[in-house]
């Protein structure tokens, strides 16, 4: 399976990168991980390419935006420049963000943070072994309970 990269920031409020990497280690006790930190979500897309150019072959970029419209464009920014570095080193890259917003509160935020980050490198790792598709059209969230097919 090779290598997986780990990309957080420090302007997140929980560390989804442990979370991330717990569930990875116990799903593919044997791969390789590596973790860069960077200070806010810009500097994501070096931290991605940094871990890319080390042999990271698959990557989980953990991204968190506070609620103004300055965190949501530095989002978009973000986001944007990890869709072109997937392209241009044909590395996978799995966008996880949280959005301050999308709370009522800081538990329920610490819930969804470590819901998302888990089942997106349960994602990750189901994607790499070729099982993703069994998935499809299941309702599967992350961050939040499944919502199941519609039947």
Known sequence: MGCIGVVDTTFA???MASEAIDEIRSLAPDVQIKRITVPGIK????????LAEEGCTALLVLGWVGPSLTDKLSYLAMSIGLIELQIHMDVL????????DEASGEQELKAIAID???KH??????????????FAGMG?????PDV???I
């Open 140 to 144: 599967l969230r992350q961050g939040r």
């Open 116 to 118: 998302r980050a888990r």
């Open 93 to 100: 890259i799995l966008d996880v963000t949280v959005h301050e």
């Open 121 to 134: 490198a349960r994602n990750l790792i189901a994607l790499l072994r070729g099982d993703l598709t069994r």
């Open 43 to 50: 500097n994501s897309v070096w931290g991605a390419k940094k």
């Open 148 to 150: 199941g097919p519609i």
């Open 13 to 15: 409020r929980v560390d």
